[in-house]
């Protein structure tokens, strides 16, 4: 099983950023996936989520309305669309994987599959 993501880079506030989530090793149609993201000091925090059984999606309050979560399914990858970002938004991001549909709670151990993660710093 492997999960990689790339895309994270520095970026200026009120710029944008798209994530991207490859992975292999397991059936990507059963999983959902998630982005998760940890800033210095703090805890690890679900930022969205997309279930690839019926294309559903959830946010996180502070990221809903400026980033967008889509799938490709045929190359098994998850992107992340990051825009308006603020320097708050600045962390490691994650890309993990659950069997079944998205956790609305991003319950953190039930997740399967994590990916090495990409760092996304905004400069103010």
């Known amino acids: 099983v492997q999960i990689v993501e790339s895309g994270g880079g520095l970026v200026q506030a009120g710029g944008s950023l798209r994530l991207s989530c490859t992975a292999s090793?397991?059936?990507?149609?059963?999983?959902?996936m998630a982005w998760f993201r940890q800033a210095p000091g703090k805890e690890r925090e679900g930022v969205s989520c997309?279930?690839?059984?019926?294309?559903?999606?959830y946010y996180a309050d502070s990221v809903n309305g400026r980033f967008t979560i889509s799938s490709d399914i045929a190359k098994k990858t998850v992107y992340l669309e990051m825009s308006s970002l603020n320097p708050e938004d600045t962390a490691v991001y994650y890309c993990?994987?659950?069997?079944?549909?998205?956790?609305?709670?991003?319950?953190?151990?039930?997740?399967?599959?994590w990916g090495q993660g990409t760092q996304v710093t905004v400069s103010s």
């Open positions: 993990a994987a659950e069997v079944g549909p998205c956790d609305s709670d991003f319950e953190l151990l039930g997740y399967d599959y």
């Open positions: 997309f279930s690839s059984s019926d294309s559903s999606t």
């Open positions: 090793g397991f059936t990507f149609d059963d999983y959902s």
